[in-house]
Antibody, heavy 122, light 109 residues
């Protein structure tokens, strides 16, 4: 089965570090980009950035550059989203999503993980 | 940044009615626009890409139109499972290369 399996919900304090994961299976992981998208209650979807597992080429939304780090482990077909110092405003659902193809013109997302809830509170 | 503005924010309709959702881009995105459906508690699902192409497994009652800055998602006859939030998304070379609209909620009248 083609799927993206995300890690479980996290409860953290401001200033904590955190890494959440997204494991792909059922398709050639290194052939498609993986994007991360945030959804906060009452708000729309926000694109954080995207990484190509084949060579770790990474692009960030300027609004999130320096706030998060994307990485990937090809050997385990897993993508990661990392924060070095969380803020309360980072709370929300984080989805990973696979692109339709390798070309930038194909940056539409045809497979999504179920999301990871991140709650940051003192 | 290319801003996508969706209207209306909420659309109240009955099952069987036709839904027309709008997405307007602050500058041309050519044909590079997609539509997603998000049901409560679920991840988004790709419905339409390249403005007019239905994604795999999407029913024919969903159709997309438009080019440049003005786009429309039409649901020809609403089924109970279609009451959800719909987002448009563009992909261009502008930084950031991907943005989403604010969403349109289709709820039951």
């Amino acid at each position: 089965e083609v799927q993206l399996v995300q890690s479980g919900a996290e409860v953290k304090k401001p200033g904590d570090s955190l890494r959440i994961s997204c494991k792909g299976s059922g398709y050639r992981f290194t052939k498609y980009w993986i994007a991360w998208v945030r959804h906060q209650p009452g708000k729309g979807l926000e694109w954080l950035g995207i990484i190509f597992p084949g060579d770790s080429d990474t692009r960030y939304n300027p609004s999130f550059q320096g706030q998060v780090t994307l990485s990937v482990d090809k050997s385990s077909s897993t993508a990661y989203l990392h924060w070095s110092s969380l803020k309360a405003s980072d709370s929300g659902f984080y989805y990973c999503a696979k692109t339709m193809g390798a070309a930038a013109t194909e940056w539409y997302f045809d497979l999504w993980g179920r999301g990871t809830l991140v709650a940051v509170s003192s | 940044e290319i801003v996508l503005t969706q209207s209306p924010a909420t659309l109240s309709l009955s099952p069987g009615e036709r839904a027309t959702l709008s997405c307007r881009a602050s500058q041309s995105v050519s044909k590079f626009l997609a539509w997603y459906q998000q049901r409560p508690g679920q991840a988004p699902r790709l419905l339409i890409y390249d403005a007019t192409k239905r994604a795999t497994g999407i029913p024919a009652r969903f159709s997309g139109s438009g080019l440049g800055t003005d786009f429309t998602l039409t649901i020809s006859s609403l089924e109970p499972e279609d009451f959800a939030v719909y987002y448009c998304q563009q992909r261009t070379n502008w930084p950031p290369p991907v943005t989403f609209g604010g969403g349109t909620k289709v709820d039951i009248k």
